[in-house]
């Protein structure tokens, strides 16, 4: 089992930036590929950016590349989302995940992805 518990969500302006947070505890958290995902309001899940086990290799959405970046530190146990320069669109509540399958590589689809966290709410204004 992980438990996973993410945090810095909140209200921020359109062109400043937020960091979220994802701690892990329970098992070895460097044995997990980390995805982050949001949802907002009458839409599906989606994939924001991934990151595979040792760090190096990621992937993201189209609509956050070059503004998004995902890194974890295997030695606190976290993943983390900077989001600079966000926009409303980016509205949603935004999930850790963990996929304990993603052997080499990435998967971007949340059927991979066996532990959640609670989410957190992140609002954009413009």
């Known amino acids: 089992q992980v438990q996973l518990v993410e945090s810095g969500g909140g209200l921020v302006q359109a062109g400043g930036s937020l960091r979220l947070s994802c701690a892990a505890s329970?098992?070895?958290?460097?044995?997990?590929?980390m995805g982050w995902f949001r949802q907002a309001p009458g839409k599906e899940r989606e994939v924001v950016a991934v990151?595979?086990?040792?760090?190096?290799?990621?992937y993201y959405a189209d609509s956050v590349k070059g503004r998004f970046t995902i890194s974890r530190d295997n030695t606190k146990n976290t993943v983390y989302l900077q989001m600079n320069s966000p926009k409303p669109e980016d509205t949603a509540v935004y999930y850790c995940a963990a996929d304990p399958s993603a052997t080499t590589g990435v998967h971007i689809t949340t059927r991979h992805y066996d532990y959640w966290g609670q989410g957190t709410q992140v609002t954009v204004s413009s």
């Open positions: 329970g098992r070895t958290f460097s044995s997990f590929a």
């Open positions: 990151i595979e086990r040792g760090g190096v290799g990621t």
